[in-house]
């Protein structure tokens, strides 16, 4: 890695400006939608949305240690955050509960809970990101087709008024609009051409990347077809709606702040704690994905991320912004399109907070066909199929969790699928650790004629290594010998050690002699 990679001071981050800023466009098209899109499932303001953004790219990215992590509004804490607003009864006494939310964040990274993350196998950390290009695939198909009634950024199977993840696409192949899957069409031309042919001519064409020239060319036919061009007009769901401020007196009357007074209410405190859970627990899984997919394996100090994430919550909740966490969509749309220090994550959020002020009634002819096939291409560049056949060459250990956790994620949502996951990540850990706590060999007999086995204990020897060393001993025959070896082993848990005491006492009727090496119980079982 290069020197000018690991420093983190002002003139590294300009030393890749030439890859970052494309990149920072690529993003704040990304983020845009996503935003606003969250915080209309969110039951909240839309600029609601933006203000996160603004935040989580510029305060944000500035204060964390992650390179190529991008943060802002999450779609996980739509529904707790549309809960929240509706239980606690206005949405200022909410933004007390984000601004306190922030400050039990930041306290998780002074306390170092930051190494949670690294409890996450490598497994399901890969069937997340596969998981979510899959979801970003499936979720967009829709927007393509020109059919919009799911909101931009839902990562949850189940939809509002029955429908799912898939009957949505049955839903949109019906409601086909010609304008949107001409512009999608043309999207992926774009697209596809840039990337396989253009890019590798030239550098002009590494700097202006090919989405930035999706969104003009999205922006043109888009403006076409409001002429009745083809009569292929867009509805007013079908492209970006970003609130227009006619001066800066009303755009400031965007923000909202927080009604300090309910702050010690319990229930503003026990949503305060909620959010910072399940906002930490993202971001850290988001911090172990994105560091995977750095091309330079740079590693995110994930308690300085904790406490940044908090800064970032309290300041948004000040202003009355949504929760914010680390996010993987615009993180890896970040990776995809080339960024390489955080630069690119806090000049997106200066184009959020420039575009808002001064275009965006531009940024309002937007299609949401356009960034679709954006997405998709992100989707597939985190779901190719060539990693299927890496995992499965890996054995059924990585294979199945990493399956699992694609599956569930698809089928439910992004926590609930990555929990799904662990458990079955954890299920191959204990028998992995039942298999591999001991071996046993034999000898054909001693000098008093006596076969003689010999167990061999490891050198860590847990709880869930109790069934496997019972199911060994009991299969001893009688009149044998049996030499329990405990020379490897720095730690007998507990439960093992007083079954030996009781299986030197059980051999006995079976006429088994046991002998033991290095077996140290503590002293207060030695009467056992």
């Not at 200022?92 to 690294?118: H, M, R, S």
């Not at 923000?255 to 309910?262: I, K, L, N, V």
């Not at 990540?425 to 992995?432: D, K, P, Q, V, Y």
């Not at 007998?492 to 005491?501: P, R, S, T």
Request: hydrophobic share 50%; proline share 4%.
């Amino acid at each position: 890695m290069s020197t000018d990679t690991q420093r983190s001071g002002p003139l590294s981050l300009l030393a890749h400006l030439n890859r970052d800023l494309p990149a920072s466009i690529v993003v704040f098209f990304v983020a845009l939608p996503l935003c606003l899109g969250i915080a209309l499932a969110s039951g909240a303001p839309l600029f609601s949305g933006v203000i996160a953004g603004i935040i989580g790219g510029i305060v944000v990215g500035l204060a964390s240690g992650s390179q190529l992590g991008v943060s802002g509004p999450a779609a996980g804490l739509a529904v707790i955050v549309l809960a929240a607003i509706s239980n606690l009864g206005s949405y200022e006494a909410f933004l007390a509960a984000v601004v306190l939310a922030g400050v039990f964040q930041f306290l998780l990274g002074q306390f170092k809970a930051g190494f949670i993350a690294y409890f996450v196998p490598s497994s399901v950390i890969k069937g997340m990101l596969t998981g979510i290009g899959l979801l970003i695939i499936l979720k967009q198909i829709p927007h393509a087709f020109g059919y919009d009634a799911d909101f931009e950024g839902d990562e949850a199977f189940e939809e509002a008024g029955g429908h799912n993840t898939f009957s949505d696409i049955l839903q949109a192949w019906d409601l086909l609009t010609p304008g949107a899957i001409l512009i999608a069409a043309v999207s992926f031309a774009i697209l596809i051409f840039w990337d396989v042919y253009l890019s590798k001519k030239h550098r002009v064409f590494q700097v202006l990347q090919g989405p930035i020239v999706v969104v003009l060319t999205g922006i043109a036919l888009n403006w076409a077809f409001m002429h009745e061009w083809l009569d292929f007009k867009l509805a007013a769901d079908q492209i970006v709606s970003l609130p227009v401020a006619s001066s800066l007196g009303d755009f400031a009357s965007f923000f909202t702040h927080p009604d300090f007074s309910q702050m010690a209410q319990p229930l503003v405190i026990k949503t305060a704690l909620v959010m910072a859970i399940v906002a930490s627990l993202e971001t850290l899984l988001c911090v172990e994905a994105t560091d995977k997919l750095d091309p330079h394996k740079r590693v995110t100090p994930t308690n300085r991320e904790l406490k940044a994430q908090g800064l970032g919550n309290v300041l948004s909740g000040l202003i009355g912004g949504l929760p914010i966490t680390q996010v993987i969509v615009r993180s890896s749309a970040n990776i995809t399109f080339g960024a390489h220090t955080k630069m690119s994550a806090i000049l997106h959020g200066f184009w959020l907070l420039l575009s808002a002020i001064t275009i965006a009634s531009l940024l309002n002819m937007i299609p949401l066909a356009s960034l679709a096939t954006i997405l998709i291409m992100v989707g597939y560049k985190l779901a190719k199929p060539s990693l299927f056949k890496q995992m499965y060459a890996l054995g059924w250990e990585q294979f199945v969790p990493f399956v699992v956790t694609i599956a569930a994620i698809v089928l439910t949502d992004l926590l609930t699928g990555i929990g799904l996951g662990l458990v079955v990540a954890i299920f191959f850990t204990l028998h992995h650790s039942y298999r591999n706590s001991h071996y046993i060999k034999q000898t054909r007999s001693n000098e008093e004629g006596r076969e003689v086995y010999h167990l061999v204990l490891a050198e860590e020897v847990s709880f869930f290594n109790k069934a496997s060393i019972l199911e060994v001993l009991a299969s001893i025959p009688r009149n044998s010998k049996v030499v329990i070896d405990c020379t490897n082993s720095k730690s007998i848990a507990y439960d093992v050690v007083e079954f030996i005491q009781d299986y030197q006492q059980q051999a006995k009727l079976k006429n088994i002699e046991v002998e033991t090496i290095q077996f140290n119980p503590p002293k207060f079982m030695l009467g056992h």
